[in-house]
């Protein structure tokens, strides 16, 4: 899929189904990611939070569900993003996980997992959180699996949890100026779930069990909170941008081109058209649209970094460069936009230009394995076999495939100077795979 990066999470998550656990994947997108960060950033300050630390993630499912499985990201599928109506409902489901996290709700139930008899998975699953929150390189080597139903109930929060997120959520919309209603929007989606058999709830009920009363007492907090506050047109804006860039490159670029009239605003539009063109592999109308887009809002890096990566999936790598170049001046700190502008050189082969660019995007984002990949083949083509090999292992390791991860693992320990850094990442991925291998 084009722009939207795949990341196999460093761990699995039965998402609330009945299925066997599968690898979560994360869909990385810099606007995207911009877009819901400008909407949980009020939300996130209200609860008391920092916007800095605590970051609001696509999961690639079709499903509806939100959740936290620690205290820095907050994971939203995408097709809970496609159903929503508003900035304000979104804003809510937001408010709702941060509650969670505010009100100590995950480190209270890890706690109580880790002193009972299944510690072992949930500690798996407690490092492997800390892992893509970025804690610490050492976690990288640390993959996990389990039933669904263990994660079930280390995901799955409990009534009075859920009456203590919906108070302090509503608190909180309230305290950044965001309409509550949202609130009451949300759970008007739901409604009639509770009578469904549990494999035909959307997982979000399965993980926040809903009930006529709790939803009573959520209008009731609504309404004790007075009158309706009024939408904000910026949030509205940065939600319609990032719930119609997610629509265009998941959904067939025909439907995309029959509902342009369905944007809020032209420069959204012309960011659709562009992408679903590109889908078609219409390189011409794609570029027209892309401009129109940018000479709308000519300082906005994003739409620039769409313009990138329609020349770079062109292959158009000198013209992807010089356009990479332009996003990374706008957002010289976005590491989805500086591995853009890696991925571009090594396309053209300046390997040895790439690099630098690549461990930048890396130290601000090193849980992305695509990102991985890039470099480990940067490290090959300038004579770098040790670090291609410990940068594979750390990508297979968070992929969850610990016995390739130790291969390469081996052959950097071998290949690298003993004791530096490098070499203690290998270190620490072979031995996370040995312990797999004895479990």
Not at 111 to 126: D, E, H, K, Q
Not at 291 to 318: F, N, T, V
Request: aromatic share 6%; hydrophobic share 45%; glycine share 8%.
């Amino acid at each position: 899929m084009y722009h939207l990066r795949l990341l196999a999470l460093a761990f699995c998550l039965a998402l609330i189904t009945s299925s066997p656990a599968r690898a979560i994947s994360l869909l990385r997108d810099a606007d995207i990611e911009y877009g819901l960060a400008q909407l949980a950033d009020p939300i996130l300050r209200a609860a008391g939070l920092s916007p800095a630390q605590v970051r609001v993630l696509v999961v690639d499912d079709s499903s509806l569900n939100a959740f936290i499985a620690e205290t820095q990201h907050i994971f939203i599928n995408s097709g809970m993003i496609l159903k929503l109506e508003s900035a304000r409902m979104l804003q809510a489901v937001i408010a709702h996980e941060a509650a969670h996290i505010a009100n100590g709700h995950i480190s209270r139930r890890a706690g109580n997992m880790r002193n009972a008899r299944t510690a072992t998975g949930i500690g798996m699953a407690l490092a492997a959180a800390a892992a893509v929150s970025g804690q610490s390189e050492a976690a990288m080597g640390i993959a996990f699996g389990s039933q669904s139903s263990v994660m079930r109930n280390f995901l799955a929060h409990t009534r009075s949890e859920e009456a203590s997120a919906d108070q302090s959520s509503v608190r909180t919309m309230v305290r950044a100026g965001v309409d509550p209603r949202g609130a009451v929007e949300v759970f008007d989606l739901f409604r009639g779930q509770e009578a469904l058999s549990v494999g035909r709830q959307d997982p979000y009920v399965l993980s926040h069990p809903l009930t006529r009363d709790r939803m009573r007492a959520m209008e009731g907090f609504v309404t004790a909170y007075g009158g309706a506050l009024p939408d904000d047109p910026t949030a509205a804006y940065w939600f319609a941008r990032a719930q119609g860039k997610l629509s265009a490159f998941i959904r067939n670029p025909n439907w995309t081109l029959r509902r342009l009239g369905d944007s809020p605003s032209r420069d959204i539009a012309l960011m659709r058209d562009a992408a679903a063109y590109h889908k078609q592999s219409n390189l011409p109308r794609a570029l027209k649209a892309i401009d129109g887009a940018i000479a709308l809002r000519p300082r906005d890096p994003y739409l620039i970094d769409l313009k990138a990566e329609i020349l770079l999936e062109s292959r158009k790598a000198d013209a992807a460069i010089q356009t990479y170049r332009q996003a990374v001046s706008l957002a010289p700190n976005n590491a989805l936009i500086l591995g853009g502008l890696g991925r571009a050189l090594l396309a053209s082969g300046n390997f040895s230009a790439a690099l630098p660019v690549l461990e930048k995007a890396r130290g601000r984002d090193w849980q992305d394995t695509r990102l991985l990949r890039d470099l480990a083949v940067g490290y090959a083509k300038t004579g770098q076999p040790g670090m291609a090999s410990v940068v594979t292992a750390e990508r297979y390791a968070m992929q969850g495939r610990l016995s390739d991860a130790g291969i390469h693992a081996k052959r950097a320990v071998d290949q690298l100077p003993q004791g530096s850094a490098p070499w203690q990442r290998a270190q620490d991925v072979l031995s996370a795979a040995e312990q797999a291998k004895r479990r």
